[in-house]
């Protein structure tokens, strides 16, 4: 009974040129394409999420100025750009996996500038917060025990499930999956 947009967006990601913050929209109806215009900032390995008014671009990149992360959104009813304050709790988190609710958003794993991390950041829909959970991706199902990296998610109303991708010492890939009570 929810109401969604009727389009899809793919934001950012890298080109042969460089990093990009191209918007790209697909009305359903139509399958057509557009470009509403850009994101506020460049940025790579995006992981993307939706609530009921707006997409969410979660990425980090190396640029210029060094290592940066950025949470940015496209409000669907007038296709705009804007940053989200605040942005993640893990400076220069890329390579997550995601997955949401009508409520919140979570990512989970990724890559920061040395380590591959373990951490779940969990985001408030109705006031665009992010929070580190104290939930780690555990070593069960895991050949590591310090994270995972280019994972995918997927989700039902009561829990999130994250598997596949790589860990530190196995680039090759991992079969495990871990699940994330969203009560707990």
């Known amino acids: 009974s929810a109401t969604v947009a009727d389009a899809g967006y793919n934001m950012k990601g890298n ?18 394409k557009s470009n509403p215009g850009n994101m506020p900032t460049t940025g790579e390995h995006s992981a993307d999420f939706s ?30 750009a804007s940053s989200v304050p605040g942005g993640q709790t893990l400076n220069y988190q890329r390579q997550t996996a995601k997955c949401a609710t009508l ?4 990512l989970a794993g990724g ?13 408030t829909f109705s ?3 992010y929070s580190l959970l104290p939930a780690k991706i555990p070593s069960s199902g895991f050949p590591s025990p310090s994270g995972n ?36």
Do not use: C
């Not at 409520?103 to 979570?106: E, F, P, V």
């Not at 890559?111 to 985001?123: D, E, G, H, I, Y």
């Not at 994972?151 to 530190?168: I, K, L, R, V």
């Open 15 to 32: 080109t042969p040129g460089g990093l990009t913050s191209r918007i790209s929209k697909i009305a359903f109806a139509t399958d057509t």
């Open 51 to 80: 609530s009921l008014t707006a997409a969410y671009s979660n990425s980090g990149a190396k640029g210029p100025s060094g290592l940066t992360s950025n949470a940015q959104k496209i409000t669907y009813s007038t296709d705009s």
């Open 103 to 106: 409520t919140h958003g979570y």
């Open 111 to 123: 890559l920061t500038p040395s380590p591959v991390v373990s951490n779940f950041n969990k985001m």
């Open 127 to 129: 006031n665009e917060t």
């Open 149 to 184: 990296t280019f994972m995918t998610g997927f989700n039902n109303s009561t829990a999130g499930y994250w598997g596949g991708g790589e860990s530190p010492g196995f680039p090759s890939g991992s079969s495990g999956v871990v699940k994330l009570t969203f009560a707990t």
